[in-house]
């Protein structure tokens, strides 16, 4: 056949991770193939409410404050709902931490299996009702040895992640995952209603020429990223880095992952942590960044090194291009 005939050997998401679990000789329980075909369908759950949003009512408030203080929108309870709902049944897991519930969930006994699932249900309700892209975020942990389930299989460092990953709603609904061996981006065929493999073996450029952050904060920011900010906008070059913020963490990454660059969310005087939460927004994000080639830091520490003490707990995120991160990483070092 010509090369421009039709494909009839197509790659779906749950072929693709079956084949790494062959590779990786942990194909004798499937566990982890089965969980992940519960968050797929989570996602195609939640992508279809997203595109209807509009139309069913389902825009706007849901009227309760979650326990960050944020007013939750109708599509962050429903998102949460939809993803308790698949990863309890799944009979996978054994702990789940979602941005939406005060506290994790410890699945009961009938129901459990031997991963923890740290998720965003829904990340960027801000640009919700204005139909830009939004996502899921998630890690995934394997419990301890000897464990049942509890919080200290969820308090650790990303390093020990397992799997992690994002859902993007957007023009597309990309899906993009990790098991510990490099970066793969799935387009959602929606006649099929399957991820498809179209972005095999994401590497991040070693350098980009966008930077994302909200320069809003500008006021707040310490000496450090001033000082980057001024470094990139006017640079000796005399090629300036182009901006883009979108602010949907997965967005941005998103875009950083495939055009490089730098995102970051860094700790200011106004918030002494930063923004982004570290077990179910820095930790999957820079677990992908790292397995792309990337580098993810707070400034001066590695993110995946950080041990959370609380299942909320927050830090500040500096990703991407591991030349430009590295640039942030001196300018910690050597601006007061
Ligand atoms: P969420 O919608 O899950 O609460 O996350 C919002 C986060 C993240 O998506 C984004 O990077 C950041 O908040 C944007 O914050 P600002 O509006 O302060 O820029
Ligand atoms: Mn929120
Ligand atoms: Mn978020
Ligand atoms: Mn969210």
Do not use: W
């Not at 949003?53 to 998102?79: F, P």
């Not at 993110?303 to 942030?328: A, E, T």
Request: hydrophobic share 35%.
């Amino acid at each position: 056949m010509s090369d421009d005939s039709p494909n009839t050997d197509i790659i779906t998401l749950t072929r693709h991770v079956i084949q790494e679990q062959y590779r990786l000789g942990d194909a004798a329980t499937g566990d982890l193939t089965l969980l992940l075909n519960a968050i797929e369908t989570t996602s195609k759950f939640i992508a279809t409410n997203v595109r209807k949003a509009r139309l069913i009512n389902l825009i706007g408030l849901a009227g309760e404050t979650n326990v960050q203080g944020e007013e939750q929108k109708k599509l962050d309870v429903l998102s949460n709902d939809i993803m308790v709902n698949a990863l309890r049944a799944s009979g996978r897991t054994a702990v789940l931490v979602s941005e939406e519930l005060d506290e994790a969930i410890i699945v009961e006994d009938r129901y459990k299996g031997k991963y923890c699932v740290v998720f965003d249900p829904l990340d960027g309700s801000s640009n919700i009702d204005a139909g830009v892209n939004i996502g899921t975020i998630f890690g995934i942990y394997k419990i301890k040895t000897d464990s049942k389930g509890t919080l200290s299989d969820v308090l650790r460092p990303g390093s020990e992640m397992v799997a992690a990953g994002y859902t993007m709603y957007g023009s597309s609904c990309n899906l993009v995952l990790s098991t510990g061996s490099g970066v793969n981006g799935y387009t959602l065929d929606t006649s099929l209603g399957e991820f498809i493999l179209t972005h095999p073996g994401i590497q991040i450029p070693s350098r980009g020429k966008i930077y994302s952050m909200n320069e809003g904060n500008a006021m707040y920011f310490y000496p450090p990223v001033t000082a980057y900010l001024e470094s990139i906008k006017f640079p000796k070059s005399g090629k300036p880095y182009s901006a883009r913020y979108i602010g949907s963490m997965v967005a941005d990454v998103h875009r950083t992952l495939l055009y490089g660059g730098i995102f970051g969310y860094p700790d200011d005087k106004k918030s002494k942590s930063g923004k982004l939460r570290i077990l179910y927004e820095a930790f999957p994000m820079s677990f992908l960044t790292e397995q792309a080639g990337g580098v993810a830091t707070t400034g001066t520490q590695r993110i995946l090194d950080i041990v959370p003490q609380g299942i909320h707990d927050r830090c500040p995120v500096f990703l991407g291009s591991k030349d430009d991160v590295n640039d942030v990483i001196r300018f910690y070092k050597e601006v007061p």
